[in-house]
């Protein structure tokens, strides 16, 4: 699986953005996804899960109730609605999906990642 993320760019505090990730070459539909982030010096956190069901959303606390995960299996789409951003949401964000069972928010259970698309909130 390819996975490309878009949508990144900079805005200030209080600002939306909204993240499309485009899978190709593999299966979509079948695995859960993710979107996790790491800042400058930071390591790679999870933002949010999206399981194959809408039913299996899972959100960091640092973004719940300001960030919504969605995907369209159809189109081979993921999506993170950012709402309310804050500095602290500052970070290279990336999208990967999940290949092993386990904990949701552990990055070794994902095996195919993107390349990243930067938000830059100041």
């Known amino acids: 699986v390819q996975l490309v993320e878009s949508g990144g760019g900079s805005v200030q505090p209080g600002g939306s953005l909204r993240l499309s990730c485009v899978a190709t070459?593999?299966?979509?539909?079948?695995?859960?996804m993710g979107w996790f982030r790491q800042a400058p010096g930071k390591g790679r956190e999870v933002v949010a899960s999206?399981?194959?069901?809408?039913?299996?959303?899972y959100y960091a606390d640092s973004v719940e109730g300001r960030f919504t995960a969605s995907r369209d299996n159809a189109k081979n789409v993921m999506y993170l609605q950012m709402n309310n951003l804050r500095p602290e949401d500052t970070a290279m964000y990336y999208c990967?999906?999940?290949?092993?069972?386990?904990?949701?928010?552990?990055?070794?259970?994902?095996?195919?990642w993107g390349q990243g698309t930067q938000v830059t909130v100041s």
């Open positions: 990967a999906q999940r290949l092993y069972a386990g904990q949701y928010s552990d990055p070794q259970k994902y095996g195919y």
């Open positions: 070459r593999g299966t979509f539909g079948e695995n859960a």
């Open positions: 999206v399981g194959t069901s809408r039913r299996t959303t």
